[in-house]
């Protein structure tokens, strides 16, 4: 803890953002443009690149920053430049101009196994150099709700607000992770951690150096979750996977031979149980580079390697009903690849309006994205039919219009 204390930073953000305002139906005119509202937050960072003084960290630490003030362990105060950001990760790179700064060793986060002794090191409520000790609870954590493309390290070192962005290290004090949510009840310590591993930290690091975003494509590939209904299955054991259910002309998939009803059972050699965990895989491989995956295909396992490659998928849409009340008259569907929003925004994104629906007289528009019903989180076209059916006789939706939130009363 001597040599990685002085590789995390704390980080303090001053920043302007647009507050959430209420869309209004038609009849009421379309919504004001509310002045920003300035805020300042703070959290955690670690130099991963002491030569040219790069720090990672988490992108809802700097995110609306207008200043970013960086701590080192030794009292100096820097300001900072964002180099770039990954909201579907969500990841930051920012950089200082000070010599020397301190480095800190990066471990292997594939060879982390449940029951490793971790050390989660950042500043939570602003106090400066905390370390606390625990081990990692599970491994590839998937579907936390907490951004696009997750595969968690889940640890119980007691983390809370302020950790965010901090290190995750081993018993050799090498970084193994960059801390990112906590989970548990309001007011009290959190017990539930999550890290983002630091293999897929550094592949986003990269490529935000380099480019200043992650530049995301596909495979050629569509899948979807394996139904309860169908028996992959062979002599020896039941498989587990994603069903391919398209297949792209031209792209390398097809070149290999992969047909809709296959099972992707792997990628980037980790398991493949769902279809959010091989979007991950995916997502997390640069445009232009290969991936490694593994299919089932008539009762055999044969490995390929496909070109990851910008592909634009149409997505399916979905009418919502006349029971659903007044956001009745819309059609949803999913952020896919080729979408402008892909890997920043969660979310069903209204494709189309009915002109005479209620949902036109509510305000709703296309393009709008659909980000929560009655506080909880919308991050699918599903996970948003499921909330409008338990949904009551009047409720708030949560909506991203233009890259900024507002909202609004439904009524069935």
């Known amino acids: 803890l001597e040599k990685v204390l002085?590789?995390?930073?704390?980080?303090?953000?001053?920043?302007?953002?647009?507050?959430?305002?209420?869309v209004k139906g038609v009849a009421s005119g379309p919504i004001l443009a509310p002045e920003k509202e300035a805020f300042k937050a703070g959290g955690s960072g670690v130099i991963v690149d002491s030569e040219n003084g790069y720090i990672l960290t988490n992108n809802h630490v700097i995110q609306n920053a207008t200043k970013i003030d960086v701590g080192l362990s030794d009292g100096r105060r820097l300001l900072a430049r964002l180099v770039g950001r990954d909201i579907g990760t969500d990841l930051a790179v920012i950089k200082i101009e000070a010599k020397p700064l301190p480095a800190i060793a990066i471990g292997n986060s594939d060879t982390m196994r449940v029951g490793d002794v971790v050390v989660a090191v950042g500043n939570p409520f602003g106090l400066e150099g905390?370390?606390?000790?625990?081990?990692?609870?599970?491994?590839?954590?998937?579907?936390?709700?907490?951004?696009?493309?997750?595969?968690?390290?889940?640890?119980?070192?007691?983390?809370?607000?302020g950790n965010s962005g901090g290190a995750l290290v081993n018993s050799k004090g090498e970084l193994v992770g960059i801390n990112t949510v906590v989970a548990g009840a309001?007011?009290?310590?959190?017990?539930v951690g999550f890290a983002v591993p630091i293999?897929?930290?550094?592949?986003?690091?990269?490529?935000?150096?380099?480019?200043?975003?992650?530049?995301?494509?596909?495979?050629?590939l569509v899948v979807e979750d394996q139904s309860n209904e169908v028996d992959y299955s062979n002599s020896s054991r039941t498989v587990r996977g994603a069903v391919v259910t398209k297949v792209f002309p031209g792209s390398t998939a097809a070149s290999a031979g992969i047909k809709p009803g296959d099972l992707v059972i792997k990628a980037g050699n980790k398991p493949v149980r769902s279809a959010a965990e091989y979007?991950?895989?995916?997502?997390?491989?640069?445009?232009?580079?290969?991936?490694?995956?593994?299919?089932?295909?008539?009762?055999?396992e044969?490995?390929?390697?496909?070109?990851?490659?910008?592909?634009?998928?149409?997505?399916?849409?979905r009418h919502v009903r006349r029971s659903m009340g007044s956001i009745a008259g819309i059609v949803v569907g999913e952020i896919l690849p080729g979408n402008p929003l892909y890997g920043d925004l969660r979310g069903a994104q209204i494709l189309e309006v009915s002109a005479d629906a209620p949902a036109h007289m509510?305000?709703?528009?296309?393009g709008d994205v659909i980000v929560g019903v009655e506080g909880e989180r919308v991050r699918n076209v599903d996970e948003l039919f499921r909330r409008l059916e338990l949904a009551g006789l009047q409720y708030r939706t949560d909506i991203v219009r233009n890259g900024r939130p507002a909202w609004l009363r439904v009524s069935k």
């Open 130 to 161: 905390t370390a606390t000790l625990g081990i990692v609870s599970a491994v590839m954590r998937t579907e936390i709700g907490h951004e696009s493309f997750e595969d968690y390290l889940q640890i119980d070192a007691q983390t809370n607000p």
């Open 362 to 366: 509510t305000g709703l528009e296309v």
């Open 186 to 191: 309001q007011g009290r310590s959190f017990s």
């Open 302 to 317: 044969r490995p390929v390697l496909l070109e990851v490659a910008t592909i634009s998928v149409e997505p399916v849409g």
């Open 279 to 300: 979007m991950t895989r995916v997502s997390t491989v640069p445009v232009g580079t290969a991936i490694s995956l593994v299919i089932f295909s008539e009762g055999k």
């Open 6 to 22: 002085p590789a995390v930073v704390t980080i303090r953000v001053t920043g302007e953002a647009y507050p959430a305002v209420e």
């Open 199 to 220: 293999n897929m930290a550094k592949v986003i690091q990269a490529e935000l150096v380099a480019h200043g975003r992650m530049r995301r494509g596909a495979p050629g």
